[in-house]
């Protein structure tokens, strides 16, 4: 019987049926690197320069900046919400001074642009000027009774609107603050009763390895950890190719056109570290029962060329040693 020499297709077919076979480490033969053409040495030279400017577009100040506490005036600082035209409490307003006389008089004044300021429950002998103003002041000579005031503190818009804000500034002497109060008209739910469908999803292992050989990829099915406050939603690095997202975050990631008929867990891969994913159980999407259509099927399914062809992709583009799926 006549033997027949393996042609090159092939020599490449085998090498990629040697990469996918299971693996539980990162460490061993340099296996995406086997796939390389001849010219190894200026791809790799290539891809260590384009790693490197891939790093400094990445680079930013992790120094954390504390800000002192230098102001006496205690506020929301990130705000709050209250519905437009209805009175609401302003949460946190307290004065924190102490060492002063006891005949010296504490005096602080609100003001804002798009309501009016009012102390709740107030009783004869309180120093409150400006009730149901834009300009609210208050002023006692016992601290106490000062932040009491302030607790009671309320804003209520005059303008409607159902998204807009408004800016309160908050004086002491020489000090002043600004936080910012978010005058939103509450929405009513709308649900959709999803049924019952089956959960695919993935996590992906990376490690970035060195400069020199590059990373290592694994996808191994399973979730992070549950998702506080959604019974039955995992967190995860993947999911199946029916996903709902935010426009603008599935664009800050994009599709790889060279990767046009087999970008699944692709897509996923240059999301990593960018997209919060999750899962959860009862979501599902109605779709077409496959018919074999074996015209079809050829453009479609991706063969062992275009496997060792993604593979090589993925060896350059993602700076990667080794992959697995």
Do not use: W
């Not at 790093?55 to 205690?74: C, E, F, G, V, Y």
């Amino acid at each position: 019987m006549k033997s027949i020499a393996p042609s090159p297709e092939q020599d490449k077919i085998s090498s990629l049926t040697e990469l996918l076979q299971p693996n539980v480490s990162c460490h061993g033969d340099e296996l995406t690197r086997q796939l390389v053409p001849d010219q190894l040495d200026s791809i790799l030279e290539r891809r260590a320069n384009e790693y490197k400017q891939h790093q400094l577009r990445r680079k930013t100040h992790a120094d954390i900046i504390i800000a002192p506490a230098n102001s006496p005036l205690q506020y929301p600082i990130t705000g709050f919400k209250v519905a437009p035209l209805k009175k609401s409490m302003i949460p946190g307003l307290a004065l924190q001074t102490q060492g002063r006389g006891k005949s010296e008089v504490y005096k602080v004044s609100l003001s804002v642009k798009s309501g009016v300021l009012s102390v709740e429950d107030v009783l004869d002998g309180d120093q409150v000027e400006g009730q149901g103003q834009s300009n609210l002041t208050i002023s006692s000579n016992n601290l106490t009774q000062l932040n009491d005031l302030l607790s009671r503190v309320t804003y209520t818009s005059t303008i409607y609107h159902i998204r807009t804000s408004d800016l309160v500034h908050f004086f002491f002497e020489d000090h002043e603050a600004m936080f910012p109060i978010m005058i939103r008209r509450p929405s009513v739910p709308v649900l959709y009763d999803p049924g019952n469908g089956d959960q695919f999803y993935f996590v992906l292992e990376f490690d970035e390895g060195d400069m020199t050989d590059g990373g290592c990829l694994r996808r191994i099915r399973g979730f992070h950890q549950p998702l506080p406050g959604y019974d039955g939603c995992f967190l995860v690095d993947g999911v199946i190719n029916y996903f709902l997202a935010r426009t603008d975050a599935v664009r800050s990631v994009g599709f790889d056109p060279f990767l046009k008929r087999v970008g699944h867990t692709e897509f996923f891969i240059d999301g990593l570290g960018k997209l919060l994913v999750a899962s959860c159980k009862g979501l599902s999407v109605g779709h077409q029962t496959h018919r074999a259509q074996d015209k079809y099927d050829s453009y479609r399914n991706q063969g062992k060329l275009d496997e060792v062809r993604k593979l090589l992709h993925h060896f350059f583009k993602n700076y990667l040693n080794y992959i697995k799926y």
